[in-house]
């Protein structure tokens, strides 16, 4: 399948603008290393190369019931097969016109992919794939370091592009730069995954499953000492034991100033509440942004020049998350020195035995100091294990591909919402914005990184009747779909209001049940089938994403 490519790469020298499909000009020599299952490309350049593009291109003969499977950018992207008949959405109208209030595409790859809004034309960050009945053609990058992958399918043209995101990157005469490494093969769907990460070189996880709580999806920011401590003493009489107790955002006085703890909500100190955690027989976790400062914090106002500025000298926001946030340089000693010592202080004294690190994709919005997205990205999270050492690490909003091998739990879809239909608002937002059918679709078909990058996060289940908008049988759902498809299983109530019912659930969701996926995939344009195997036992499940609806089979 590789063999049949055309490579073309384009630059400017000194203004003006070159374009060659040649291994060797005058200005540069271009190294090709085919191997059976991967092609290479290595640029020697002889002069200046700025706005570098380069793009890989081969024919694909799609038949009309392939699937293409669109890897999103980032943990919160939607992530799915698509069909000849689908679109792939971008930003819509209303969401362009309110990005300078909402700053709604700086989450995704808005920016820098191509959302052409065609029938039948998608696009995959670092790997995708073509399904065909139960074979794949699967094509991943070996290498982010060097810039993002990004696949495009044009189902319609029978067109396969594959292009290197090197925005930001000027390449002075002389250089030596890996452009391109592609791997491909051609086999069943977990045979692929197995060669793919094989092919890498990726160790197992360390962990394969850890069932826990979060503050979050009860409470959000509004925690405090007595709330913690209440749900603390609850979840230490569970009938399941507990191996997590999370306190997640709220904690702190602002973003950015992460040992400032808010005296009023958390006079004792957070030292205090992990030690509480510990006696529960239960490994302690904290909720960080490590790379963010909000607008209010002390941080962005004391120090300015740790901020990432744009070209014109203003610092970038990222996001409008608690009023407007900045992202750090983290490339800048200070901040290093800073962000090591929050860790140290938060794993060494206060004890906490995992950090959940979220909105890490804001600490590449833009490219900078001569290096790609990629480049940043996976310098970023190099740094965060080596401040975290052996501690546990859950990652979330970060681009899966740096995170591979990288953290022991990744958040594989967005937030859960307390509803489970569609808010029309958020359709209209962004793909990675707060929705249940997309954190959903993306537990399900990013399943493959289970037990081979990471171990996968779908987010939480829900099962209290307070505070929540979804009937018990959605709630229901949501829970078996967590269970076949996760393993990092967090829930956010208060499990002493718990009725009957509602402990056998939990109690079937935890139960450690050895589960395996047979197949999952779209049947119609909102009904999905899966088949999987739950204690060797074979079921079938058909429901409708966009309502929670069951439309065949039993969750019971």
């Not at 808005?110 to 809004?117: H, I, K, T």
């Not at 913690?228 to 306190?247: G, H, N, T």
């Not at 040992?259 to 958390?266: C, G």
């Not at 999270?381 to 995170?403: H, N, Q, S, T, Y």
């Amino acid at each position: 399948m590789l063999n049949g490519y055309k490579f073309k790469i384009s630059y400017l020298n000194e203004d003006k603008l070159y374009a060659s499909s040649n291994p060797k000009t005058g200005h540069y020599v271009i190294d090709i290393n085919n191997a059976d299952n991967s092609v290479a490309f290595t640029l020697h350049n002889t002069v200046k190369m700025e706005h570098i593009k380069f793009t890989l291109e081969f024919d694909y003969d799609f038949y009309d019931d392939a699937k293409f499977f669109a890897n999103g950018y980032q943990s919160w992207s939607l992530s799915r097969e698509y069909s000849k008949t689908d679109i792939q959405k971008g930003l819509n109208f209303l969401s362009k016109n309110i990005e300078y209030f909402t700053k709604a595409s700086r989450s995704g790859d808005y920016n820098f992919a191509l959302y052409n809004n065609k029938v039948g034309f998608f696009h995959s960050f670092s790997y995708g794939y073509i399904r065909n009945e139960d074979t794949i053609d699967l094509f991943g990058s070996l290498c982010e370091r060097t810039g993002y992958t990004i696949i495009y399918a044009d189902m319609v043209n029978n067109k396969i592009i594959i292009e290197k995101d090197l925005e930001g990157l000027t390449l002075k005469a002389g250089k030596t730069y890996e452009v391109m490494n592609i791997f491909y093969c051609k086999e069943k769907y977990n045979t692929a995954f197995d060669n793919y990460f094989k092919a890498l070189n990726m160790p197992s996880p360390r962990i394969k499953q850890k069932v826990g709580y979060t503050s979050w999806y009860n409470y959000y920011s509004k925690i405090n000492e007595n709330i913690i401590d209440r749900d603390l003493e609850s979840l230490a009489k569970s009938p399941v034991k507990m191996d997590i107790f999370q306190v997640d955002d709220g904690y702190q006085t602002a973003v950015g100033d992460w040992l400032s703890v808010d005296p009023v909500k958390f006079p004792q100190g957070m030292a205090k509440v992990a030690e509480a955690i510990h006696n529960k027989d239960m490994l302690a976790g904290i909720w960080l942004a490590p790379f963010n400062a909000q607008r209010s914090s002390k941080i962005a106002h004391e120090h300015k020049d740790w901020l990432i500025n744009d070209e014109k000298g203003y610092h970038i926001m990222a996001g409008m998350n608690w009023g407007g946030y900045y992202t750090l340089d983290f490339y800048n000693p200070e901040v290093r020195e800073y962000i090591k010592k929050v860790f140290n202080i938060v794993l060494n004294e206060w004890k906490y035995d995992m950090v959940k690190l979220d909105f890490l994709f804001s600490v590449a919005v833009v490219p900078y100091g001569n290096r790609t997205r990629g480049q940043i990205m996976c310098d970023a999270v190099d740094f965060l294990r080596e401040c975290c050492g052996l501690k546990l690490m859950l990652g979330c909003g970060v681009p899966l591909f740096p995170a591979f091998g990288k953290f022991d739990f990744c958040r594989i879809g967005a937030d859960q919402a307390l509803t489970w239909e569609k808010n029309n608002y958020f359709t209209t937002y962004n793909n990675e914005i707060v929705s249940t059918p997309n954190a959903v679709t993306n537990s399900i078909f990013r399943r493959h990184l289970d037990g081979r990058a990471f171990c996968n996060d779908p987010d939480v289940f829900l099962l209290r009747d307070s505070n929540i908008k979804t009937t018990f049988e959605q709630r229901k759902l949501l829970a078996k779909l967590n269970k076949i498809f996760g393993n990092l299983l967090f829930m956010s109530d208060n499990i002493g209001d718990y009725n009957e019912e509602q402990l056998k659930v939990f109690k079937d969701t935890l139960d450690g049940a050895k589960k395996q996926v047979i197949s999952a995939e779209y049947k119609t344009a909102d009904l999905i089938e899966i088949k999987y195997l739950e204690n060797e036992t074979e079921h079938q499940l058909t429901f409708n994403i966009n309502t929670g609806a069951i439309a065949d089979g039993s969750i019971d």
